[in-house]
């Protein structure tokens, strides 16, 4: 694949590793003729170039037609698929973690931001990925995003 005529600042479509969706992307470095780099204009993060993929709809009836019942490790179903996803974005919030990074432990009493690593006594370590209202925020966890209260007054 050439890009020649691609420089930094063009916006191209490209495969989100965050949204795991294709995406337009603003090209931020090239070298020779390969996108390095880009950033993503629908999360604002920056990751390397992927190139876009074909559509999940697709890629599924693909999988299902060519699936062959030897191999144990592929995900048979959709839950299995949903699982394989949430442990995938799990282990990349976890890779992300910079170093020194305080995991509070999760309390229902406690308010956390966006961005957090927390520790819970189920669930394991998860990243809030939102904070939802005034007294929940969204976690992901290495079984999948969850729900959580936070922000409650001890009653
Ligand atoms: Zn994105």
């Known amino acids: 694949m ?4 691609i420089g930094p600042g063009d916006d191209v479509e490209a495969w989100c590793t965050r949204c795991r969706m294709t995406l337009n992307h603003r090209v931020i470095a090239v070298v020779g ?6 950033h993503c204009l629908t999360c604002g993060s920056d990751h390397k170039y ?4 074909g559509s999940a709809a697709s890629n599924e009836k693909t999988s299902r037609v060519t ?20 442990r995938g974005e799990w282990n ?36 809030i990925v939102e904070v939802v209202g ?3 925020i969204e976690v992901a966890f290495e079984e999948g995003r969850k ?4 922000n409650r007054k001890p009653t």
Do not use: N, W
């Open 50 to 53: 992927y190139p876009p993929r």
């Open 67 to 86: 699936k062959t019942s030897g191999d144990v490790k592929a995900p048979k179903t959709s839950a299995d698929r949903a699982a394989s996803r949430a």
């Open 92 to 127: 990349t919030f976890m890779s992300q973690m910079p170093p020194g990074t305080v995991v509070r432990p999760y309390k229902i009493t406690e308010s956390y931001a966006a961005a957090e690593y927390i520790d819970h006594p189920l669930f394991g370590r998860g990243r």
């Open 2 to 5: 050439s890009f020649s005529s």
């Open 33 to 38: 003729c390969d996108i390095k780099r880009v």
């Open 134 to 136: 005034s007294d929940k």
């Open 147 to 150: 729900v959580l209260l936070c």
